[in-house]
């Protein structure tokens, strides 16, 4: 692995981390703006070209999934 797929997937695990976060954040605290904020923030940046630059991960899938796992 190269040292740009080492960044890429640090910058993708960092986004997952923070979503789940906020995520869980919101569960507890539906009306919490700031985990609303983050969450909203990071499906744009899922969504965004920077995304598919960086993974040919399903932005949607990758969402989805991670709310299954949160309700759990």
Same mark, same amino acid.
């Given at each position: 692995m190269d040292a740009f797929e080492k960044l890429a =997937? *640090?910058?993708? $695990?960092? *986004?997952? !981390? #923070? @979503? %789940?976060? *906020?995520l869980? %954040?919101? *569960?507890? @605290?539906? %009306? =919490? #703006?700031s985990a609303r904020y983050t969450k909203r923030e990071i499906e744009r940046f899922f969504h965004?070209? @920077?995304f598919t630059t960086l993974t040919s991960l399903d932005p949607d899938m $990758?969402?989805? !999934?991670?709310?299954?796992e949160v309700v759990r």
């Open positions: =997937n *640090a910058i993708i $695990l960092q *986004a997952v !981390k #923070d @979503y %789940r976060f *906020a869980k %954040r919101l *569960a507890k @605290y539906p %009306r =919490n #703006d965004s070209g @920077y $990758l969402i989805k !999934k991670l709310h299954e």
